[in-house]
C-alpha cells in the first residue's frame, strides 16, 4: 500500500509563472489537506478539501492560490504568477476520514523554488 | 501571538542525556494534542499523542496541563538517531478534523 505520493519532489519557477502541485492520497483515503512550511517556520494549514469539494480553504492565500481534488486523479495545488516569497515546501496528507493528527499520512513534500 | 509557542532551541545533548522540551497552546478549544518528528525539513511523522494522564512510550514521556494549557516532552537515554526537529502539534477537534496547528519545532541534536 503505496504512501500519499507528491510530485514533483523539487520544483524550480520563475516570477510570473505558475506551479502545479500533485497530490495522490493513499488508497482508500478521501481527505487531502495541503499545508505549507515556509523556511525557519512551522507547517501552516492551507486547504482541506474532499472528493470534488472544498472544505475548508480558510489557510489559502486570498489571491493567485487554488487547489482542486476531482473524481478521478490527483489533488492539485496550483500557484499562479509565482513570487519569491511562495518558496517553500508543501505538504499534502491524507486521512481515511476527517480525523485528526493520529490518521494523518503525509506525503514527502514539494520543494517550490522561485527564481 | 503564536497559537502554539515552542523554545526553538536548538539543544544540543551528548548520547544518553535527558532532554525536556515544552509546548504552550493559545487556544482553550484545542482537543486533541500530539508531538511529530520532522527531519531535515522531511515529511513531519507522528511521534505520540498527549493524554491528559499523561503518555509514554519507550524512552519517550509527554504530558498535558490542559489548566495551564501547557504541553511536555521528555527524552531519556539520547540517541544520535533521536537529532531532529520536534513539532509541538494542537488540533481543535470535532469539526476541526484533520486541521493541525503546528509549532515552529525544536532543534535537538545528540552528539557522542
Known amino acids: 500500500n503505496a504512501g500519499v505520493m507528491q510530485n514533483p519532489r523539487h520544483l524550480v519557477r520563475r516570477r510570473g509563472q505558475e506551479a502545479r502541485l500533485r497530490c495522490s492520497p493513499m488508497?482508500?483515503?478521501?481527505?487531502v489537506y495541503w499545508y505549507r512550511q515556509l523556511p525557519e517556520e512551522g507547517l501552516k494549514f492551507m486547504v482541506y478539501?474532499?472528493?470534488?469539494?472544498?472544505?475548508?480553504e480558510s489557510g489559502m492565500p486570498k489571491e493567485r492560490f487554488s487547489a482542486e481534488f476531482p473524481k478521478e486523479g490527483p489533488s492539485i495545488l496550483r500557484i499562479q504568477q509565482v513570487v519569491r516569497g511562495d518558496s517553500a515546501a508543501y505538504f499534502c496528507?491524507?486521512?481515511?476520514?476527517?480525523?485528526?493528527?493520529?490518521?494523518?499520512?503525509f506525503g514527502s513534500g514539494t520543494q517550490l523554488s522561485v527564481l | 501571538r503564536k497559537e502554539v509557542e515552542q523554545d526553538p532551541g536548538p539543544f544540543n545533548v551528548p548520547e544518553g542525556a535527558t532532554v525536556a522540551f515544552n509546548c504552550t497552546y493559545s487556544?482553550?478549544?484545542?482537543?486533541?494534542f500530539f508531538w511529530y518528528r520532522q527531519d531535515c525539513r522531511k515529511e513531519p511523522k507522528l511521534l505520540m499523542s498527549?493524554?491528559?494522564s499523561g503518555n509514554e512510550d519507550g524512552r519517550f514521556t509527554a504530558q498535558l496541563n490542559r489548566a495551564s494549557q501547557y504541553i511536555s516532552l521528555l527524552i531519556r537515554d539520547s540517541k544520535l538517531s533521536d537529532s531532529a526537529t520536534y513539532l509541538c502539534?494542537?488540533?481543535?477537534?470535532?469539526?476541526?478534523?484533520?486541521?493541525?496547528?503546528f509549532g515552529q519545532g525544536t532543534i535537538l541534536t545528540v552528539h557522542p
Open positions: 502539534v494542537v488540533n481543535r477537534g470535532g469539526t476541526s478534523y484533520g486541521k493541525l496547528t
Open positions: 498527549v493524554y491528559s
Open positions: 488508497k482508500g483515503h478521501s481527505h
Open positions: 496528507a491524507s486521512s481515511p476520514d476527517p480525523g485528526s493528527g493520529e490518521k494523518l499520512f
Open positions: 487556544n482553550s478549544a484545542s482537543q486533541s
Open positions: 478539501l474532499q472528493k470534488e469539494n472544498i472544505i475548508d
